[in-house]
């Protein structure tokens, strides 16, 4: 009984639950590891490159689990609370000018 029932957005076509929380639960360990904290004492964030104290920085998944990215140490990087929420919130085209807008500050 499906009708041109079409998701709103791409975000909710690879969820699934089980999947979500697995995957969220890995996310969970690896924030305890050594490996993260590592990461974290540089207090670089991935996508901005500017400096932060260790306790600002988030995890993020550079793909979001709900699009099928895995918790994988090639798929987690710190993120300042700016970029991590503003990737949140950013449709992809958005956070791609954002991140492009942001490398061009670096190069002036
Ligand atoms: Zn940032």
Known sequence: MQRNKRPPEP?????DDAYIKRER???RELRQS???KRRC?????YYCNRHFAASELTMDH???I?????STKGNLAPACKE???KKKYLLLIE????????????SE
């Open 11 to 15: 975000f909710t076509i690879l969820c």
């Open 66 to 70: 709900a699009r099928g990215g895995k």
């Open 41 to 45: 004492a540089k207090g670089v964030c």
């Open 25 to 27: 639960q890995k996310a």
């Open 95 to 106: 956070w791609e000018e954002y991140l492009a807008s942001i490398s061009k500050e670096k």
């Open 83 to 85: 970029c991590n929420t």
């Open 34 to 36: 050594e490996w993260w």
């Open 62 to 64: 550079i793909v979001p």
